[in-house]
């Protein structure tokens, strides 16, 4: 039987009480919500905790979706199933609705959050790429104050954060823009699997032409990935399905996934390629749709 070492629990009633503990009890100790990564890694003995502390109290605090004007506001807290459900984000943010739908099964969506599956640093984690393309930032707040780290300076390598020791990440920001829209798309074996490969993209278009872009990968290296080098191919250009070719091919060049038990490498390249044509296309038309 596979059971994690011991370890002591305490259940905080506050973000101040959260983050108090976890100044005291140093890098040993470790938040939980949800709970579908960490208590696996425990059990494997993969995650040395010490000091659990449980914040599923907080989410009246921390449990929230509020659309500014020019900014989508989440609560850390925010159950991936209150992400699914909010008409008024898809609204703005399709893209999230797209990526819930195919986020694990209702288990995890009622239980799991936005701030757990960041925190994780999964290299496949489809949340982080749909947040990387969206170029959200993260509040991160300790005992002293709080700070914004934008989401490409946010995951430093595979399950490792810019969260520190006695932090908390309690907010991700999103910039709103006009004439924009978002898609995503995965690639799994099977229902609510981890992706092969999963592609995010975000558009923002100005007089017939395609502003700004951004396309985000996740499973296809040691950290989700966002590629300048096809932003920089999109900027300028009208939209269209030959554009779209030569996005997915140079997204295929730039990435460097490799092969494991889910697909050798040349086939994830083969999905980065139709991936990034299908995510483009879906969030320009949803612009197009949007205006008439």
């Not at 890694?41 to 599923?56: C, G």
């Amino acid at each position: 039987m596979q059971v994690p070492g011991p370890f002591e629990y305490d259940r905080a009633t506050s973000v101040e009480q959260a983050i108090g503990l976890l100044e005291r009890r140093g890098e040993t100790a470790r938040l939980i919500a949800g709970g579908h990564s960490l208590l696996p890694m425990m059990k494997l003995r993969l995650a040395d905790v010490e000091y659990l502390i449980d914040i599923n109290d907080l989410h009246d605090e921390l449990g929230y979706v509020l659309v500014e004007p020019d900014l989508v506001r989440l609560g850390a807290l925010t159950r991936h199933r209150e992400l699914l459900e909010s008409d008024e984000l898809a609204a703005v943010l399709p893209i999230f609705r797209d990526a819930e739908r195919v986020i694990a099964d209702p288990v995890v969506r009622n239980r799991g959050t936005i701030g757990g599956s960041l925190c994780q640093a999964d290299p496949s984690e489809d949340l982080s790429a749909v947040c990387s393309c969206l170029d959200a930032e993260c509040v991160i707040r300790n005992g002293s104050g709080q700070r914004v780290v934008p989401m490409a300076k946010f995951h430093r390598g595979p399950y490792e954060t810019a969260v520190g020791d006695g932090e908390m990440l309690v907010e991700v920001r999103i910039p709103l823009h006009p004439d924009s829209s978002s898609a995503f798309e995965k690639v799994e074996r099977r229902a609510g699997d981890w992706a092969v490969v999963s592609a995010a993209a975000a558009v923002t278009l100005a007089g017939g032409l395609i502003a700004d872009a951004r396309v985000g990968f996740a499973a296809v290296g040691p950290h989700t990935v966002v590629l300048p080098a096809v932003s920089e191919l999109l900027r300028d250009e009208p939209p269209g399905e030959q554009l779209y070719e030569r996005a997915g091919a140079l997204a295929a060049g730039h990435c460097e996934p490799s092969t494991d038990m889910r697909g050798t490498a040349d086939y994830k390249r083969h999905l980065v390629q139709e991936l990034t044509r299908r995510t483009l296309r879906r969030a320009v038309q949803r612009i197009v749709d949007g205006r008439s």
